[in-house]
C-alpha cells in the first residue's frame, strides 16, 4: 500500500494542540507521512495544504464548539473539488448530539480523548483503504 499522507490541523480559535501533536507523532509512528499545520486554522488554509500535499486524510482535532460550524465549510470545499476520496477524521471532545451529525455531514470518523494509538492507526488505515479502492486507486 502507498503511504498514506495526512494532514493534521487545529481548526478555528481553538489553542489545545496537545492532542493534535501526540497524534501526529504516533501517526508518523505508523509510517504514515503527516504534515502538522498547528493551531488557529481556517477552513480555506486546511483545505489548501490537503490540495497541495495531495493528502489522504484531513485530521482536524477540536476542543471548542467550532467544529459545528468549520468542518462543514471545509467539507463542502472537498465536495466542490472533487476530492470525496480524502479522508475526514475529526479529534477531540465532541459532545452529543455533533457526532452523528459530522457523520451525516462526511466525517469519517470521529476520534475522541483517550483513544489509544493502535485503533487510531487501524481506522485511518482502513478508511483510506476503503476510499481508495472505491475510487479505483490501485497500488
Do not use: W
Not at 507523532?25 to 504514515?32: E, H, K, P, S, V
Not at 486554522?41 to 500535499?53: D, G, L, N, R, W
Amino acid at each position: 500500500m502507498k503511504q498514506i499522507k495526512v494532514v493534521v490541523s487545529k481548526i478555528g480559535l481553538d489553542g489545545h494542540d496537545v492532542g493534535a501533536k501526540v497524534v501526529s507523532a504516533m501517526l508518523r509512528d505508523a509510517g504514515m507521512e503527516v504534515v502538522y499545520l498547528g493551531r488557529f486554522q481556517s477552513p480555506a488554509t486546511i483545505f489548501k495544504a490537503a490540495v497541495e500535499e495531495d493528502a489522504d486524510v484531513i485530521g482536524i482535532s477540536c476542543q471548542s464548539s467550532n467544529h459545528t460550524r468549520l468542518v462543514p465549510k471545509l467539507i463542502d470545499m472537498l465536495k466542490k473539488e472533487g476530492m470525496d476520496n480524502v479522508v475526514i477524521v475529526v479529534g477531540g471532545t465532541i459532545p452529543d448530539p455533533f457526532p452523528a451529525e459530522l457523520k451525516a455531514l462526511g466525517v469519517d470518523a470521529i476520534i475522541g480523548p483517550g483513544t489509544m494509538s493502535g485503533p487510531i492507526v487501524e481506522t485511518i488505515t482502513s478508511l483510506v483503504e476503503q476510499k481508495r479502492q472505491a475510487a479505483g486507486i490501485k497500488e
